[in-house]
């Protein structure tokens, strides 16, 4: 037997790219904190025929990526690997009655999604999300909430060249209106269509519009637009989530060939592009889905939310070399006193809420200064024979290279200062 690895689409995350995940997943839950989203975990397998009703049979996620196998049950069940996260909320939302509780229940999620696609950068088989769910409100403000809320965490990472596209798909009436149309000016050029979107044509035409074919793309560019086959209501709908947006002055593009890639989706609908990713441009897509609760059978219930593709965006941040910074001290020490004294030092400055690294390799100054410098600390203490004999220890600032000797005692009597140095520096980065 050969040698065991990773399964093609599936990838480590190593030690010294974690710092990445853990600043996204804390900035993230720090506002959404902030917002009152409730965080909410459920099961990464589901029965198949979730994923089924509630994504569509018509689309490419359950007809071709789907992980589905059947389990041990008699008799044995078909059961799929989550491709994504909304499906599994509102299965949750409708079992648990979380609707009898009354009132919008603000949910956010994160964890791994499966789809068996292509590899490549930012896109796996193995993927993360993490996304967001408001259900119980048709109010166009809860749309522009969830597009707020997103680009308020893209933008608290220091993201740059994110741009927001905007289209409504209307409601069930409307694409149907939009469908005929659609059909009608496709079907003369249907020899000249990729063959994916030659079978779409019968079955689920608005994806055609999604399509990644260069030939397939220049036909579509002429296609009647969805905006013009609006009801209403849908269009009342729309209007009012862009002013919302230009009252938060949030810029976005009206694109009207985003359909995105689910069944679900009703009304608004939107994704948030990179400029620096190439072909896999989006980093958070999501939209309203106001009939996925009734569909799956619970009571009629309004919703809007969104995902971000977590691979994509730590791809973005590696890119373009923002900090990260996550560790407050990296304690050096050399000699038997000056080590017992390191411990005790980095234990009670773990006590007082920093975090620390304790460098316990025992070699030189030398090398433990460049693991530390590796180590993106914001500060290093260094504690030699000297410094254990006088109880007094050297706090050097990485970034600037400022160094001053402070005895022991009175280094721990100044956390609140300290703390205030971190959080300013963080705040600058």
Request: hydrophobic share 40%; glycine share 8%; net charge negative.
């Amino acid at each position: 037997m050969g040698d065991i690895q990773a399964l093609r689409g599936t990838r480590d995350i190593l030690p010294d790219e974690v710092g990445y995940w853990q600043q996204v997943e804390a900035t993230a839950q720090q506002i959404l904190t902030r917002a009152v989203y409730q965080e909410i975990r459920t099961p990464i397998f589901e029965r198949t025929e979730l994923f089924e009703r509630g994504i569509g049979e018509a689309t490419d996620v359950v007809g071709k990526e789907m992980y589905t196998f059947s389990d041990r049950a008699t008799p044995p069940r078909s059961v799929t690997l989550r491709p994504e996260g909304t499906a599994g909320v509102v299965r949750t939302f409708i079992e648990r009655s979380l609707y009898a509780q009354g009132g919008v229940q603000r949910l956010w999620y994160t964890g791994p999604m499966f789809r068996y696609e292509n590899p490549q950068a930012g896109r796996q088989r193995q993927f993360h999300q993490l996304g967001v769910e408001v259900i119980g409100s048709a109010d166009p403000r809860a749309d522009a909430e969830v597009i707020a809320i997103a680009t308020d965490i893209l933008q608290s990472l220091g993201l740059k060249n994110l741009h927001l596209t905007l289209n409504s798909v209307g409601n069930l009436e409307d694409r149907q209106h939009y469908r005929q149309a659609l059909v009608d000016y496709l079907t003369p050029y249907q020899d000249q269509l990729d063959p994916d979107s030659q079978e779409r044509l019968s079955r689920n035409p608005l994806r055609i519009l999604d399509s990644k074919d260069k030939r397939t793309q220049e036909i579509a560019q002429n296609a009647p637009s969805i905006l013009d086959y609006l009801g209403s209501y849908s269009r009342q709908h729309f209007e009012k989530v862009q002013q919302l947006l230009s009252n938060l002055e949030i810029n976005y593009q009206l694109n009207p060939r985003l359909v995105r890639g689910l069944d679900y989706y009703t009304h608004t609908a939107f994704e948030i592009q990179s400029d620096d990713l190439g072909a896999q441009a989006t980093v958070c897509g999501g939209g309203r889905y106001d009939g996925l609760v009734a569909q799956l059978s619970g009571p009629d219930t309004p919703a809007v939310g969104w995902a971000i593709g977590l691979e994509r965006l730590i791809l973005l941040l590696q890119l373009q070399k923002l900090p990260v910074s996550l560790l407050d001290f990296y304690v050096v020490s050399r000699g038997e006193a000056a080590e017992a004294q390191a411990l005790i030092l980095a234990q009670k400055l773990r006590h007082s809420g920093f975090s620390v690294e304790l460098d316990l390799s025992g070699s030189g100054f030398k090398k433990q200064f460049a693991r530390a410098e590796r180590s993106r600390a914001i500060a290093c203490l260094i504690i030699g024979d000297e410094e254990a004999a006088s109880q007094t220890v050297k706090l050097k600032w990485m970034a600037s290279k400022e160094q001053q000797a402070i005895a022991a005692v009175d280094l721990l009597a100044m956390t609140d200062d300290l703390h205030q140095q971190i959080n300013t520096f963080r705040a600058t980065q």
